[in-house]
T-cell receptor, first 111, second 112 residues
Framework: DAKTTQPTSMDCAEGRAANLPCNHS???????VYWYRQIHSQGPQYIIH???NNETNEMASLIITEDRKSSTLILPHATLRDTAVYYC????????????FGEGTQLTVNP | ETGVTQTPRHLVMGMTNKKSLKCEQH?????MYWYKQSAKKPLELMFV???????ENNSVPSRFSPECPNSSHLFLHLHTLQPEDSALYLC???????????FGPGTRLTVL
């Protein structure tokens, strides 16, 4: 699976949009981009995933560049409860492809 | 509430003890996973079960022994652990082993 690079930490003001970037320059054509988050001392939570088109659900939007080498997770109106570590994971939909968690980005939403 | 429960939530054990962690999923999923999260480290995948068969074992020491009696339950049997095994142990499930995973709250294990 392709490796991802994320900033170690980011801050965001409550009520503003949080834009979390991820670089995955070695992604291959059949690999998806997944985003999970982990609130302190809890299990990770699935947020969203996509292949090449932008995706939106009730939690967030995922913007994938046309060359697929990077993506951005957007939380449109961040709340204090969105403070968490956000993981960007690239994963192939083939047999044996695991979900490999890296260091992630610590997002802190400030009042 | 993700539909994946884990018990106990906290466990303290000595190095000579034998204990078991339990995971149950109420989602009708066919795949279940054990992960380990040590302090300041990323999650590490330990075991994967698909349709009650172990499909992945990532060089985990034999003092950790998984068991999957049916598609809803997953156990992790622990014996003669070391202090460095202290960690948060997370269970997850997915519809099949390629789909998005739902995680339980974890068991915080401390080995004295």
């Amino acid at each position: 699976d392709a490796k991802t690079t994320q900033p170690t930490s980011m801050d965001c003001a409550e009520g503003r949009a949080a834009n979390l970037p991820c670089n995955h320059s070695t992604i291959s054509g059949n690999e998806y981009v997944y985003w999970y988050r982990q609130i302190h001392s809890q299990g990770p939570q699935y947020i969203i995933h996509g292949l090449k088109n932008n995706e939106t659900n009730e939690m967030a939007s995922l913007i994938i560049t046309e060359d697929r080498k990077s993506s951005t997770l957007i939380l449109p109106h961040a709340t204090l409860r969105d403070t968490a570590v956000y993981y960007c994971i690239v994963r192939g939909e083939t047999s044996g492809s695991r979900l490999t968690f890296g260091e992630g980005t610590q997002l802190t939403v400030n009042p | 509430e993700t539909g994946v429960t884990q018990t106990p939530r906290h466990l303290v054990m000595g190095m000579t003890n034998k204990k078991s962690l339990k995971c149950e999923q109420h989602l009708g999923h066919n795949a279940m996973y054990w992960y380990k999260q040590s302090a300041k480290k990323p999650l590490e995948l330990m075991f994967v079960y698909s349709l009650e068969e172990r499909v992945e074992n990532n060089s985990v020491p034999s003092r950790f022994s998984p068991e999957c009696p049916n598609s809803s339950h997953l156990f992790l049997h622990l014996h003669t652990l070391q202090p460095e095994d202290s960690a948060l142990y997370l269970c997850a499930s997915s519809q099949d082993w390629l789909q998005k995973q739902y995680f339980g709250p974890g068991t915080r294990l401390t080995v004295l």
